[in-house]
């Protein structure tokens, strides 16, 4: 196994750590898909129970993973989480012998505000804001292959998390063109990633529609994905298990804890 953190770059405050198998394994080495794993936290802190324990997950199933800490408070506006997973995707690719990892599929997986930036690494991924960090490659050396959204933060318009939308803006009181520059619904394009989404009906910190609306705009523009709404469940939920529960019983919800298999699944068959 492979267990290092990797400094992405100028971003003092950004770190890749892999968690992943490595040539040396007693068995005939092969190239795993990947997955980078991005927490949710409103973009002004990282949750822990969307880290660890859905890569550990993901990991169990075959695929290569990391987990990204990405900038927050401060440090989340000018794009500079968007900036982070951008070079965090490169990093992977660029090292796929190393990680025995299989470079035409790496996923981002990311949950809330982590879900905005997984999007928007699947969506803005030929933004001019990332030309630095594509320089002197492939531009698509930066798009995910797929992306694995979990009541993602989507849309700046009225159903917007506008904590989520404050610390990208680096302000309170953000203008509609700032405000718009993130409202990804707006930037979904025929070369958007595809994706796995799911969502609750009943979360009412991040409301279903941003899901709703991703999946609207991605129909318009043929690009494919699963959409999964469940019934229950608040915001959060992570695994919908005792494991990522913290001991309080409104995060374990047993049916909604199917969308973990139904998207190791999607991930698994993905074809391009």
Not at 13 to 33: D, G, N, V
Not at 80 to 104: C, T
Not at 229 to 249: D, I, M, W, Y
Request: aromatic fraction near 10%; include cysteine.
């Amino acid at each position: 196994m492979i267990y290092e953190t990797v400094q992405l770059g100028k971003f003092a405050e950004a770190t890749l750590t892999p968690i992943c198998f490595s040539h040396t394994m007693e068995r005939s080495p092969r190239a795993h898909r990947a997955v980078i794993v991005c927490p949710g936290g409103g973009y002004n802190h990282l949750s822990p129970r969307e880290a660890e324990p859905i890569a550990a997950q993901f990991l169990a199933a075959g695929f290569a993973t990391f987990i990204l800490h990405y900038g927050v408070g401060k440090n989340a506006a000018n794009y500079r989480p968007l900036k982070q997973l951008a070079l965090a995707i490169r990093h992977v690719r660029e090292n796929a012998q190393k990680y025995s990892v299989d470079p035409d599929y790496i996923f981002v997986c990311g949950f809330s505000a982590g879900g905005h930036l997984a999007a928007s690494a699947g969506i803005l991924w030929n933004s001019p804001v990332l030309d630095e960090i594509a320089a002197g490659a492939p531009r698509d050396i930066v798009r995910p292959t797929g992306m694995i959204l979990g009541y993602p933060v989507i849309s700046a318009g009225k159903i917007a998390h506008r904590d989520s939308f404050y610390e990208l803006c680096g302000k309170e009181n953000p203008t509609e063109e700032e405000l718009s520059a993130f409202s990804l619904e707006k930037h979904v394009s025929a070369d958007t990633s595809p994706a796995f989404i799911w969502h609750t009906f009943a979360d009412q910190t991040v409301p279903v529609q941003n899901s709703l609306l991703l999946a609207e705009k991605m129909t318009d523009a043929g690009v494919p994905f699963e959409l999964h709404v469940f019934p229950q469940g608040r915001h959060g939920l992570s695994l919908c298990n005792e494991l990522t529960a913290n001991g309080k019983p409104a995060f374990i919800e047993p049916h909604t804890a199917q969308w973990l298999n139904l998207a190791l699944r999607w991930a698994t068959d993905f074809t391009l």
